[in-house]
């Protein structure tokens, strides 16, 4: 066996101590995983429910979906599908946007600036104060394994105004198809459909649930938005999702923001 002279075991010492002093680093980059309790603290507070508010209606608030704070920290962007068809200003009735968390939450009115039904996409602004926007990043980027997470209300304000994180991978990205329909769940027909349609949606192992639609699916290290939560494939009915989820879930990559972002001059 050849041994190693003083100078070789100098040269490794060297390498070693390096190496320990770049992991150690205050400044090293972490791994995704090791960088998602930090990154949910950052991206929270830019998480807000979208739904419509009336004082005299049991119960008065009514949580749809997700959305999260962009640009100037009053625009939040959130699936179409969200917006409500109709408002009964009669009765009072607002379209809002909840935001904060637990007993610290307010409702704030908004309306839509911008909307996209073919990518089923929108951009709403909401009155008050602004909050922190998020950074959108390069959806392009995004390869397959990729590790991802998204924050939203799963299931509404079932538990109260607590939103919820969820991890996994990019399983798959695969071709782009919405329904015609204001279905909020792929269902066999329309994956059938995917094969016609060009590429683009991110296809996620981890589970989403209908009220994570519009939540910011993002890079647990940059914190930068990669996708928007879209919708989840189940093969049951829609009131059964809670109880018997796919497991399957898809985002609309953020890249398809960009014609919203000029109707809404946010550029």
Known sequence: MASTTPRHRHSLAAILLSTCLLVLAPGAVSSPLEALPDAIDAVRPSVVGIG?????????????????????????????????????????EQFSVFVGQGREGSIRRAETVARDDDTDLAIVRFEGDPLEPLTLGDASTVREGDFVAFTGYPIGLVLGLYPATHRGIVSAITPLAVPAGRGRELDARTLRRLRDSPPGVFQLDATA????????????????????????????????????????????????????LDEADLR
């Not at 009514?62 to 009964?88: C, K, S, W, Y």
Request: net charge negative.
């Open 52 to 92: 419509t508010y009336q004082r005299t209606r049991s119960p008065s608030t009514n949580l749809e979906a997700t959305g999260f704070v962009i640009a100037d920290g009053r625009h939040v962007v959130t699936n179409a599908h969200a917006i409500p068809d109709t408002i009964d200003h009669e009765r009072g």
């Open 209 to 260: 649930y209908p009220g994570n639609s519009g939540s910011p699916l993002y890079n647990p290290v940059t914190r930068e938005v990669v996708g928007v939560i879209n919708r989840t494939f189940v093969q049951e009915s829609r009131e059964r999702v809670l109880s018997h989820p796919s497991g399957i879930s898809y985002a609309v990559p953020v890249d398809l923001l960009d014609n919203l």
